[in-house]
């Protein structure tokens, strides 16, 4: 009897409460003179750096890593909505990521830092530390091919085939390794005692999917 062959598709997805935070901001002010535009954007930076630095500490936080980009400068002629062209303007430009382990400590330090002209959160990266994030991947992509076992296992006990017998499994493609999503959730509400704006951020867990194909044979 010609061996029944079973492909399937096992998937398993977990999720976990996120570890850390990257921020992604940028600092950015234009206006008619370079020089003053220039002097703005250097304030606000050394303001940000100090904040940062002082909360920087590679193995406990509450900022593990950071970076400030060098001041950009640039200027260009805008048109109006008649097409005329308009007088030069001038802007500077700064990039800034920050790494947090404590997340009321990162809303407090996106509260303080509301107030400094030119500053924008770009967006806030949720992921696990860099092992346990691996280890996770690992039990994620495991339970994965039991997944498929399973299936396959299903499909031969309504063929009455018996135990079924693995004979390849890959990948199921680019997209089918662990994933991990990006989401920012927020809520901004004022302190009632007159200090800073303040935001609860309330992130969704981090998502960890894993997928393969598999084929089995009938004994």
Do not use: C
């Amino acid at each position: 009897m010609t061996a029944v062959k079973i492909t399937v598709q096992g998937s398993h997805t977990v999720t976990v409460p996120p570890e850390q935070a990257t921020v992604h901001a940028s600092l950015s002010i234009d206006g008619p003179s370079p020089d003053p535009v220039f002097a703005t954007v250097a304030a606000s930076v050394n303001e940000v750096r100090a904040a940062l630095e002082s909360r920087h500490d590679p193995k406990r936080g509450p900022v593990t890593r950071y970076a400030v980009d060098q001041i950009r400068m640039g200027s260009h002629r805008p048109y109006n909505q008649d097409g005329t062209q308009l007088p030069l303007v001038h802007t500077a430009a700064v990039s800034i990521t920050a790494t947090f382990t404590d997340f009321d400590d990162l809303a407090e330090w996106v509260g303080r830092s509301a107030g400094l002209e030119g500053l924008g959160i770009n967006y806030i990266d949720w992921a696990l530390t860099d092992a346990n994030r691996l280890k996770t991947e690992r039990k994620t992509r495991q339970k994965a091919v039991r997944d498929a076992l399973r299936r396959a296992q299903d499909y031969a006990d309504a063929l009455d085939v018996g135990p079924v017998v693995v004979r390849s499994i890959s990948d199921p493609g680019l997209g089918g390794g662990p994933v991990q999503r990006r989401v920012m959730m927020a809520s901004a509400m004022a302190d009632p005692a007159g200090g800073p704006r303040g935001f609860t951020l309330r992130p969704e867990d981090v998502e960890i999917r894993a997928a393969v194909e598999a084929t089995f044979t009938g004994p």
